[in-house]
């Protein structure tokens, strides 16, 4: 086991702490971040218009008219639906800070060169004109948004590189100064992304969105929903984790555009009545894989507390409980520690992939209803979170996984918990050899 797990790390460590450390992930993990507390807010907004209770529906009906849900799917709208545009706003502002050029014009480059390629769709009443379709700006246009701020980046790096801008003379204002110095660079973004939409309107594809939708996001997003691969993301993420590596920092930059995506997708389909389509998604990872953090760990800290005989793992058992409910367990994981320890890193890599089939299941043979795209906070305690995106039926699932993960960690827990009682066991006896001998020496003297 041990050979086994210096193999690994030797092999996978480096790969994983290039892709931690990749600028373009780095960047488009944080803009999601960044944009997380929009998504949440407006997520709700879906709920409040579609909470189950049929009184609510009624009171709401009453007060408000027949077409009271709108009034609450505007913010969603503002939000969930225009997502793309927050993170091609939030690329481009960290990408602009790790190449140390102007954010602002970084930004302005990145969402001109979003909407030249972004189709427009003209409004029934003539009088009204042209506009963009909502679609194009949420998760259908994701990961153009994506692909096109990292490139109008690019570009404005290679345009500071090659010096490529008007320079005004030192008397002209910073302020006036800065923005000519821009007006090069963000021409060439510009004329570069209208000529990538001149290209795509001459094909079959029409535009950058439908080609990249369908040739991109649309087998990513399948390959992201689909069982085997979460059961693959699962295992490689315990993995990491097993040599200190974050396991869900590497996955989640990767994966969370993809989920988010299927997670908009619900929630359009909750928002306007129609059948949920995607069992995998944000939710289902966060907050049902997730028992208490990466590996699922709230079972554990729940035996820690509990049935703990060594006074190392009580101590950790009463420190974890708190941040444990908020689904934070750095100190288990670092504290018993999972890390390195090839015992514990069994449960901990197993329980996930066993939580992602539980769920998987439920949800496939309607036991549990799907997630309704409502995006909580990733610190909602499990059984809260568990009936805010899946009703009674999903606290209850939580519940139940909470049972399992404590039976999957027990007899490994048994082992490392008799394992440091021995040891302390071992340690207080010494110490007290140690003092009895002190005491004679004393004595003797």
């Given amino acids: 086991m041990n050979r086994m797990m210096e193999v690994f790390e030797s092999k996978m460590a480096p790969i994983a702490i290039k892709l931690d450390n990749n600028r373009y992930l780095t960047a488009v993990k944080n803009s999601f971040m960044a944009a997380m507390p929009l998504l949440i807010i407006g997520s709700f907004f879906v709920l409040f218009a579609n909470l189950p209770i049929p009184a609510y529906a009624d009171f709401m009906q009453n007060a408000l008219g027949e077409n009271w849900q709108q009034y609450f799917t505007v913010p969603n709208d503002i939000s969930m639906s225009m997502m793309t545009l927050y993170v091609v706003i939030g690329i481009a502002s960290e990408l602009a800070g790790i190449y140390k050029l102007d954010k602002i014009g970084a930004i302005f480059a990145a969402l001109a060169g979003f909407f030249v390629v972004t189709p427009l769709q003209e409004f029934g009443n003539a ?3 042209v506009g963009i379709p909502l679609n194009n700006l949420g998760a259908a246009g994701l990961f153009v948004g994506m692909i096109i701020s990292i490139l109008a980046v690019e570009i404005l790096r290679l345009a500071e590189r090659k010096g ?4 005004m003379p030192d008397s002209v204002p910073t302020n006036v100064s800065k923005s000519f110095s821009t007006l090069i660079p963000i021409l060439l973004v510009i004329v570069v992304f209208n000529f990538v939409r001149i290209g795509f309107a001459l094909t079959s594809f029409g535009s950058v969105q439908d080609f990249i939708f369908t040739n991109l996001q649309t087998p990513l997003t399948l390959l992201g929903a689909s069982l085997p691969a979460t059961i693959l993301i699962m295992l490689i993420e315990g993995l990491l984790w097993a040599f200190g590596i974050h ?10 555009p993809i989920w988010l995506s299927l997670t908009a997708e619900n929630a359009a389909a ?3 009545g129609s059948a949920i389509p995607n069992i995998v998604n944000y939710q289902f990872y966060q907050n049902f894989i997730k028992i208490g953090g990466s590996g699922a760990t709230f079972g554990l800290c729940l035996l820690l507390l509990f049935l703990a005989k060594s006074k190392q793992f009580k101590a950790i058992g009463k420190l974890s409980i708190i941040p444990e409910i908020f689904t934070i367990n750095e100190t288990i994981t670092f504290g018993i520690p999972i890390v390195l320890n090839p015992i514990m890193i069994i449960p901990f890599i197993l329980t996930p992939i066993v939580m992602t089939l ?8 309607g036991l549990v209803p799907l997630t309704n795209g409502v995006n909580i906070p990733w610190t909602t305690p499990p059984v809260i979170a568990g009936f805010l995106v899946c009703g009674w039926k999903g606290a209850v699932l939580n519940i139940v996984q909470i049972f399992v993960s404590a039976a999957i960690y027990f007899p490994f827990f048994k082992t490392a918990d008799k394992m440091a009682y021995e040891t302390e066991q071992k340690n207080e006896a010494l110490e007290k ?3 009895v001998m002190i005491d004679e020496i004393a004595e003797n003297a």
Avoid: P, R
């Fill in 164 to 167: 490529w801008k008007i320079k």
């Fill in 433 to 435: 050899e140690s003092s």
């Fill in 247 to 256: 396991g869900a920092n590497i996955v989640g930059s990767v994966m969370t």
């Fill in 270 to 272: 909750v928002a306007s």
């Fill in 127 to 129: 009088d009204l004109g």
């Fill in 358 to 365: 539980m769920t998987y299941f439920s949800m496939s043979t």
